[in-house]
């Protein structure tokens, strides 16, 4: 690991080892819309592995959490029928990270500013690891599915479709 490849001290991290979760460090070089195609492309992991984490509102503009595949996209209108809400949304940038308290594109599910409720896409269990952002633009981590679980308790769900 050079200099560069410092693990950043990301709340995301501070959470991580605060409950002594066992995680390897990933960098890749961030690109602006590269979105989790750019981390797997560079990183050469299967995009379907990489979890992108999203902040999406309810009807009420309640956040929440969602966790997806990379290479899938979020069902609206699937996650409000589970939900048994009217409709669901992506929550714009700033409140995202105002919500977050990450900037996106670095988004993490731990240590998030606000306490959220989370939403995990049930494909993400398919795996004894997946790789997420851990708090910063270019830095993600591979981490056990069951520490995931674990860690942020998500309600599984299937709100997935291939984009």
């Known amino acids: 690991m050079g200099k560069a490849d410092k693990v950043p001290n990301t709340a995301a991290v501070i959470f991580l080892k605060g409950h002594n979760v066992e995680f390897k460090p990933l960098f890749y070089k961030y690109v602006n819309h590269g979105g989790t195609k750019e981390s797997s492309k560079q990183l050469g992991i299967d995009e379907h592995k990489i979890v992108k984490t999203l902040i999406f509102e309810d009807d009420e503009g309640n956040?929440?959490?969602?966790?997806?595949?990379?290479d899938f996209e979020v069902s609206t209108k699937n996650?409000?029928?589970i939900m048994s809400v009217k409709n669901v949304k992506l929550c714009d940038q700033s409140k995202a990270?105002?919500?977050?308290?990450?900037?996106?594109?670095?988004t993490s599910p731990f240590g998030t500013k606000r306490k959220m409720k989370v939403y995990?896409?049930?494909d993400i269990f398919d795996f004894d690891k997946i790789v997420i952002n851990a708090g910063k633009r270019g830095?993600?981590?591979?981490?056990?599915?069951?520490?995931l679980q674990?860690?942020?308790e998500p309600e599984i769900v299937d709100a997935a479709f291939k984009g």
Do not use: C
């Open 139 to 147: 830095f993600l981590v591979e981490i056990r599915t069951e520490d």
């Open 63 to 70: 956040p929440f959490v969602v966790l997806m595949n990379g």
């Open 150 to 152: 674990k860690l942020l």
């Open 97 to 106: 990270q105002r919500f977050s308290g990450y900037l996106v594109g670095g």
């Open 79 to 81: 996650l409000a029928r």
């Open 120 to 122: 995990a896409q049930k």
